[in-house]
């Protein structure tokens, strides 16, 4: 349980609003391609010891959908597990595998075509609670997203003005990263400006969707340095699920996260986030949760993160980079990819192979993940080169 566990590749296919000329079970062959000449040529066929998929059988429309994963992945005839949810569980589960001393090559695979989604909003709809949400019926889902922001905002008297700036931040970062759909040079006023999708978010406060495949190997130590000069070390990771039900959920602040972050600096030995890591790649679907996870994550005091954001803090040149990579707001989000997106943007910082968006010192980050409305399952790990 003692050996290190190293990220030795990474591949990814897509980050498009719509990419037309793949279906999904194509997506996930090139995005695995791409990651085992990453890892050194590996072969999936005889390399690797297990493969974990995360996915939702709802979002590609065909029941048991995972029998749809061990082809495109090399995995046919091997073991491959699927877990409904997001990403970055897949890389914990992977990394637990490793741990035990019985495997170790495991590879990571996700994937998502929200592009093919005709009935999203009914989706959304029957993830919610049957008996108190779901019957309300609900014109637009991200109206629970608008309430946490209102609760938040005035628990902890955040402006809109903090939310507009995430998304300006965020959005610049984007037009540095080749993977990134939704790049702009937007300012501040220009957010406030925009007319509401659901006080107090605008569509300029909420990140689309994307379509996109990702594929992370993992070794251990030993075999890590088999394959790569630049192994890329998991310190720490963790996921907590809060009570799922909204009358017992907390709008104001994300448990799920600081409990997540807790338990991974714990692992890794942190104890002063903001001192000991470089940057953080943490979800930001809505504006306000950027907020709100980087609280979390114990890199602002909780209710201080807007003071902090308009002061330049969390910009890519301030003192704490936040989303250099533009996070969701400027990628887009791909559904169950988007934590496997925020770790191969901090894999690539960590390497130094982050092109026009690279950072000026990039030693150890932490990312984290949460799976969007209504759930309450945060992912968060702790990375180091």
């Known amino acids: 349980m003692s050996r290190r566990v190293a990220i030795i590749g990474v591949g990814w296919y897509g980050f498009r609003p719509v990419v037309e000329e793949a279906s999904f079970r194509e997506m996930m062959f090139e995005a695995a391609v791409r990651a085992y000449e990453d890892a050194g040529g590996i072969n999936p066929r005889t390399d690797v010891d297990a493969f974990a998929s995360c996915q939702e059988d709802f979002w590609e429309g065909i029941a048991i959908a995972d029998e749809f994963a061990p082809e495109p992945i090399g995995g046919t005839l091997r073991p491959v597990f699927t877990t409904p949810g997001d990403g970055l569980q897949c890389v914990a589960s992977a990394y637990m595998l490793i741990k035990t001393g019985q495997f170790d090559i495991v590879v990571a695979e996700s994937h998502a075509k929200p592009s093919d989604i005709v009935s999203m909003h009914e989706i959304m709809l029957f993830a919610m609670d049957p008996i108190t949400v779901r019957a309300i019926n609900m014109p637009n889902y991200h109206a629970l997203a608008a309430l946490e922001a209102q609760a938040y905002m005035s628990r902890y008297n955040v402006p809109r003005e903090a939310l507009a700036y995430v998304v300006a931040k965020d ?215």
């Open 171 to 385: 959005k610049r970062n984007a037009l540095l990263n080749e993977r990134a759909s939704y790049g702009a040079n937007v300012t501040v006023d220009d957010v406030l400006n925009s007319p509401y999708v659901v006080s107090p978010l605008t569509k300029l406060d909420i990140a689309p969707f994307v379509d996109a495949a990702a594929v992370v190997v993992l070794a251990s130590e030993d075999v890590a340095k088999r394959y790569t000069d630049t192994p890329i070390w998991i310190d720490g990771i963790h996921w907590v699920t809060e009570d799922p039900s909204l009358e017992y959920h907390s709008w104001e602040f994300p448990m799920h996260a600081l409990k997540a972050a807790e338990a991974a600096y714990k692992m890794a030995g942190i104890s002063d986030p903001i001192k000991e890591l470089n940057f953080a790649e943490i979800d930001s679907r809505y504006s306000f949760k950027e907020l709100q996870f980087i609280e979390a994550l114990k890199l602002a005091p909780v209710g201080e993160a807007h003071k902090l954001m308009l002061e330049g803090t969390f910009d890519r040149d301030g003192l704490f980079p936040v989303n250099p990579s533009g996070g969701a707001l400027g990628e887009g989000v791909p559904l169950e990819v988007h934590g496997l997106a925020r770790l191969i943007d901090a894999v690539l910082q960590l390497r130094g192979e982050a092109g026009r968006a690279q950072l000026s010192k990039a030693e150890r980050a932490v990312i984290h993940s949460w799976r969007g409305v209504p759930t309450t399952t945060s992912v968060v790990a702790v990375l180091s080169r």
